[in-house]
């Protein structure tokens, strides 16, 4: 990083000490704020042949470090110098994947007798010292370091974190930001193992290199959200990338980690979320709020509440809501849907039966009203109810007792009523088709559930809410609607209401085949509508071609500046655009 010392490595097979040679050379040439280090790629061994040889030179390495590339693992180099008769295929993927000069320098081999490796090594030594003159003149490792500085700079400069690790997770980056988010201090950091520094695996235990996966992740990046624990003991949600680090063969060298603090925005999603959610309800329209209040205010009071509204409008979370909410949170939630079951099997699902009831019951069994003792009972679509199971019901609902089927002894239950139909229950009693005394039962406080096409100011939250949620269950990144889709969606009438809107999300999921979802990863039926919608030339249009045109140049191709200089809706917009062939006009 900046301001530290340069690193520079003579890397040698070790057997004449070529790169013992250069650093004790390069050492005492230097005048520049560098360090030299070598090593060799067998087990270190001082040559007496090339010791004399240096003496010759008025050069003592009696007190050299020898050290193996084992032994220089920790360290960040600047830059790795290879010497005499190295193998490149063999040379190693060191911390910061530095760069790497080779010096063909002469290399006695194995065999060669005394005086001749003598001479042999003269001449190695001579050219060493030849080669250390013209890098230090020529100004090469200037450039160099000011060109790694620059780097360092501008990855110092990012306000995300970054962080890199070789194949055997020793860092050897880790950048300004990083600090700041971890609280770790680099110097601290580099060199070591990740999860010596790390100890709960910072990256979650994804990384390539972690003992967990055992190197079997494909060569992809992966994103990955963390909890981390700052040394100060302060807890921060980590959004993090990782991707593996590859070097000029192809070959895996480490890892690569960026990361940004999302606490903060975290937070505040949380607190937008619960402002407009309730439950498992959510919801900004002015309506939705209206019937949040209506939760609110009803689930005190354990009155009877009757919930109207279409289907898929979502009764049943509003039934939940009112239960979870209430008094009664800790006890029974029990839903029994009123219109799936034949009158015969509804009256045991509600009040049980005896055994030998009927065939088949082998047993006494609970019904539903049992089972929901001191909680609350859902009777989900009661417009569906027969005539003699309406008597029936209306019975309990009087005195909170009972019969089980095929028994005579009377059950007494504590339970609070929650009804919901998709019908208009008023129009049924006037018609004669539903009990008035019933009605008037299980309609203490009404709560009406408007469709989703009167609240569009939901769907771009619960499409929001859906991504997360159906992301969460296929753990799979989470998508992002395209501005065309998110205006196809917010257009559409949605008859299928939220749950029609829910399996539209579904359905992009298993479409898309990447992190946009296009109008082609909609369902047909949307699609279909959108197509009817499209604008026709006539006498009926607001605004021509020309007029597109200006306020497409007005706003600089910003189509939501251009439809807002229209005074249309991006949708309309579109259209427009399609119609006039400037679909493919700069947005």
């Known amino acids: 990083m900046s301001g530290q010392k340069r690193l520079i490595l003579f890397l040698g097979d070790g057997e004449n000490n070529l790169h013992l040679m250069a650093e004790s050379f390069a050492r005492k040439m230097s005048s520049d704020p560098i360090d030299f280090i070598s090593a060799s ?10 010791k004399k040889v240096m003496l010759q030179s008025n050069i003592d390495m009696s007190d050299i470090q020898l050290r193996s590339l084992l032994d220089v693992e920790p360290f960040m180099f600047d830059l790795i110098i290879t010497l005499g008769n190295f193998d490149q295929n063999c040379r190693p993927t060191l911390p910061g994947m530095p760069p790497h000069i080779h010096w063909d320098v002469p290399d006695p081999p194995r065999g060669t007798d005394k005086d001749s490796m ?100 494909e060569k992809k990046i992966l994103k990955k959200e963390i909890t981390f624990i700052r040394p100060d003991g302060r807890q921060r949600l980590l959004k993090m990338s990782i991707m593996p680090l590859t070097g000029d063969t192809g070959q895996g060298v480490g890892d690569l980690l960026s990361f940004k603090d999302d606490t903060e925005l975290d937070l505040l999603k949380r607190r937008l979320k619960h402002h407009h959610s309730l439950g498992r309800l959510v919801g900004k329209d002015p309506k939705t709020l209206e019937v949040f209040e209506q939760i609110k205010e009803v689930s005190p009071v354990l009155a009877p509440v009757l919930i109207e509204g279409e289907s898929g409008t979502g009764k049943e979370l509003v039934a939940n809501a009112i239960h979870d909410i209430g008094p009664r949170s800790d006890k029974p939630f029990v839903a029994i849907n009123c219109g799936a079951l034949p009158e015969g099997i509804l009256e045991s699902e509600l009040f049980g039966h005896v055994a030998g009831a009927f065939s088949g019951a082998v047993q006494d069994r609970k019904g539903r009203f049992e089972l929901a003792h001191e909680g609350t009972i859902f009777l ?16 309990v ?7 089980r ?13 929650i009804s919901a139909t ?19 039962r299980l309609c203490v406080v009404p709560i009406k559930l408007p469709p989703l096409r009167e609240r569009r100011l939901d769907i771009p939250m619960l499409i929001e809410h859906f991504l997360e949620l159906i992301s969460t269950e296929i753990e799979r990144p989470v998508l992002t609607p395209s501005n065309e889709v998110m205006d196809l969606l917010s257009s ?4 299928g209401n939220v749950r029609e809107l829910h399996n539209a999300i579904e359905y992009a999921y298993v479409k898309c085949r990447t992190g946009i979802i296009k109008e082609k990863d909609l369902p047909p039926e949307i699609l279909n509508h959108s197509n009817k919608k499209i604008l026709k030339p006539g006498p009926s249009l607001k605004h021509k071609k020309e007029d597109v045109i200006i ?4 706003a600089k191709g910003n189509r939501k500046e251009t439809a807002k200089l229209l005074g249309i809706g991006r949708a309309t917009l579109y259209r427009y655009l399609d119609l006039f062939g400037l679909k493919e006009s700069k947005q």
């Not at 559409?492 to 008859?495: A, D, E, F, G, L």
């Open 41 to 50: 790629m067998t087990p270190p061994k001082l040559n007496s042949t090339t």
């Open 118 to 217: 003598q001479n042999e090594l003269r001449k190695a030594r001579d050219k060493i010292k030849n080669n250390l003159e013209i890098l230090f003149s020529a100004g090469f490792l200037h450039a160099l370091f000011v060109t790694r500085l620059n780097l360092e700079v501008i990855l110092d400069n990012l306000l995300d974190g970054v962080m890199a690790h070789t194949t055997s997770r020793r860092i050897f980056f880790f950048n300004k930001a990083a600090e700041n988010i971890t609280g770790h201090k680099r110097k601290n950091i580099l060199g070591k193992d990740c999860h010596e520094v790390f100890p709960g695996r910072f990256c979650g235990g994804v990384c390539e290199f972690c003992t967990a996966v055992n190197g079997n992740r």
């Open 380 to 395: 989900d679509e009661v417009s569906e109810l027969s005539p003699a199971m309406q008597v029936k019901l209306l019975r």
């Open 397 to 403: 609902l009087q005195d909170q007792k009972f019969e």
């Open 405 to 417: 089927v095929g028994g005579e002894k009377s059950i007494q239950v504590n339970v609070r009523i």
């Open 422 to 440: 998709n019908q208009n229950l008023m129009k049924m009693v006037e018609k004669k088709k539903f009990r008035r005394d019933l009605f008037y």
């Open 492 to 495: 559409y009438s949605w008859p």
């Open 551 to 554: 306020a497409l140049a007005q």
